[in-house]
């Protein structure tokens, strides 16, 4: 069945590090591939998307880039700031209008 | 600006009580869903809803029932809450059809004493 794998957490990092968390999807088709963010206490925020091999989905300074060789859609930003922690999920909607989500990764950035 | 909205955002319940969680979307969407979060688990899909007085089993259904009357309003019950429900609840809609992604409302952090 269709699975998203994501790096486990907890990730800690210091201000204006570069962040990379990995993502890599089991799906048949070609599914639309998401990165939520979520702050604590609240519910998911979309963050970025991409609907089609080689497109890149970028918000806020996060980048991620749909890789259907590789089947992956790791999350980057070049300089991570305090307000960025969060947790963050690697979801795709697969040609069913199913929806599978990583199991998330934690991010702490320290002043 | 679109919306999902729960009712609650915290609520504290008794064992054996029965327990409405409510949601509401602004944004006509055809599929509406329930997941419940847990720490180390990720978000785990209860039922879903793609149509008027239609649902879905998702992957944990046990426990749990859903209605949908209206097509904005998905509603979660717990016909009687047990300790292992203490969960968050996340409400989420889609439309039914492309590649759109899930709007999700804030949460309800459900306490079952």
């Known amino acids: 069945g269709d699975s998203v794998t994501q790096m486990e957490g907890p990730v800690t990092l210091s201000e204006e590090a570069f962040l990379t968390i990995n993502c890599t999807y089991t799906a048949t088709g070609y599914p639309s591939l998401f990165w939520y963010v979520q702050y604590p206490g609240e519910g998911l925020q979309l963050l970025l998307k991409a609907t089609k091999a080689d497109d890149k989905g970028s918000n806020k300074g996060f980048e991620a880039t749909y890789r259907k060789e590789t089947t992956s859609f790791h999350l980057e930003k070049g300089s991570v700031q305090v307000s960025d922690s969060a947790v963050y999920f690697c979801a795709l909607r697969n040609t069913g209008n199913q929806f599978y989500f990583g199991t998330g990764t934690s991010l702490t950035v320290i002043p | 600006d679109v919306k999902v909205t729960q009712s609650s955002r915290y609520l504290v319940k008794r064992t054996g009580e029965k327990v409405f969680l409510e949601c509401v979307q602004d944004m006509d969407h055809e599929n509406m869903f329930w997941y419940r979060q847990d720490p180390g688990l990720g978000l785990r899909l209860i039922y879903f809803?793609?149509?008027?007085?239609?649902?879905e089993k998702g992957d944990i259904p046990e426990g749990y029932s859903v209605s949908r009357e209206k097509k904005e309003r998905f509603s979660l019950i717990l016909e009687s809450a047990s300790t292992n429900q203490t969960s968050m609840y996340l409400c989420?809609?889609?439309?039914?059809?492309?590649?759109?992604?899930?709007?999700f409302g804030e949460g309800s952090r459900l306490t079952v004493l």
């Open positions: 989420a809609s889609s439309l039914l059809g492309g590649t759109g992604e899930l709007f």
């Open positions: 809803s793609y149509d008027v007085k239609m649902k």
